[in-house]
């Protein structure tokens, strides 16, 4: 069967999808803009090597990879695994700030309680005079 | 010592059975100040500990033993406290063995003291404190006894951003004392059989075979880092 669209197009069609779909996120305030760079530069290289097969091609010559499509997914994969730690790294980070933000919170709490209970004495013994 | 400062903390989670009890037996042993940190508790352990004359912190989400004691000792930082003692809610640490913890603390021969009793404990569970003895170059028989007693210095390190992230209390605040340069010393104490429930990081294999994971990846990733200290000791001497 013949192809509707040549490889080169097909991936540079899916690298501008991503980009869109990006800008869309971002726009509708769903994607923080620092989550973007990642991802815009993702799509700007599909996009790129969409164009530009050949590109890929000399590169995997260079590296001494026979097959050069394989040099795509092996850097995929290296991308993704990179994009995961770096979600953990975040994660690890975003659990430091929560674990410290809920001991503030009980410690404000407690310290919060302790100023009511000694301001109500005083509260009372202030309306007390009052009356009299 | 004169002019100082000493609070109790006891983290607590789901201890309604035996936290008023040992609340009580400290206050009647001294005039300590007791600090209960309730991690995020479903039973009545914050009611018990406030009747028994405790101060209560509550967490509004579970942070496990160290998250707990690490705001036990913020909180104490925060009020003026220059040392503080830590103690399990199950009642296995005797009040009456304080003073021994912070004899040395107050001679100024240590920065963390922690109270051992390696009587105690299965042969797995020694054969697991040998082996991380053996991995961390810690000389220390009881590495997972809650009953410690800590300084201002030690204090100040354990509320500081870096050891937020600790999972347990044992080798990584371990780890993270000696590679500050501050010192600990052990004192052997007797301590009582659990009064009820069972331990929560010992709880089933599941959570052993966990525990023993964790801490051999963190003793692993701090190998390095303790070359590097002993060859800068090396230069230094």
């Known amino acids: ?132 | 010592m004169k002019g100082s400062r000493q609070a109790v903390l006891i983290p607590a989670w789901n201890e309604d059975a035996t936290v008023g009890d040992v609340v009580r037996r400290i206050r009647e042993f001294g005039s300590f100040d007791v600090i209960v940190i309730d991690d995020a508790s479903t039973d009545q352990t914050a009611a018990c500990s406030i009747a028994s004359g405790a101060t209560v912190l509550s967490l509004a989400v579970n942070l496990g033993a160290w998250g707990a004691t690490q705001t036990g000792i913020r909180f104490a930082l925060e009020k003026g406290y220059n040392r503080v003692i830590t103690m399990d809610a199950d009642g296995q640490h005797p009040p009456s063995a304080i003073p021994e913890l912070l004899a040395p603390l107050g001679d100024g021969y240590a920065d963390m003291v922690i109270g051992s009793c390696p009587g105690r404990g299965s042969q797995a569970r020694k054969m697991a404190w040998r082996f991380f003895q053996g991995m961390t170059g810690l000389d220390i028989e009881d590495l997972t006894s809650g009953f410690r007693a800590y300084s201002l210095p030690a204090m100040e390190l354990l509320a500081s951003r870096k050891a937020t992230l600790l999972e347990y209390q044992d080798i990584g605040v371990l780890l993270l004392l000696i590679h500050s340069g501050l010192r600990i010393k052990e004192v052997q104490v007797p301590m009582h059989p659990r009064q009820s429930g069972s331990s929560k990081v010992f709880g089933s294999w599941l959570k052993v075979a966990e525990y023993l994971v964790l801490n051999l990846i963190l003793c692993i990733s701090h190998l390095a880092k303790e070359r590097r200290g002993l060859s800068h000791a090396g230069e230094l001497l």
């Open chain 1, 1 to 132: 069967m013949r192809s509707l669209l040549s490889y080169q197009w097909t991936t540079a069609i899916i690298g501008l999808i991503i980009a869109l779909i990006i800008f869309l996120l971002i726009r509708r305030d769903i994607l923080h803009i620092k989550r973007s760079f990642w991802w815009i530069g993702i799509a700007i290289l599909v996009v790129i090597m969409g164009f530009f097969p050949v590109l890929i091609d000399k590169i995997g010559i260079l590296l001494g990879v026979n097959y050069p499509p394989v040099l795509i997914l092996t850097l995929s994969i290296g991308f993704i695994l990179v994009k995961i730690l770096s979600m953990d790294l975040e994660r690890s980070h975003q659990e430091r700030i929560l674990r410290r933000l809920t001991q503030k919170i009980a410690i404000l709490e407690n310290l919060l309680e302790s100023a009511k209970a000694s301001e109500k004495p005083n509260r009372e013994n202030h309306d007390h005079k009052r009356h009299l």
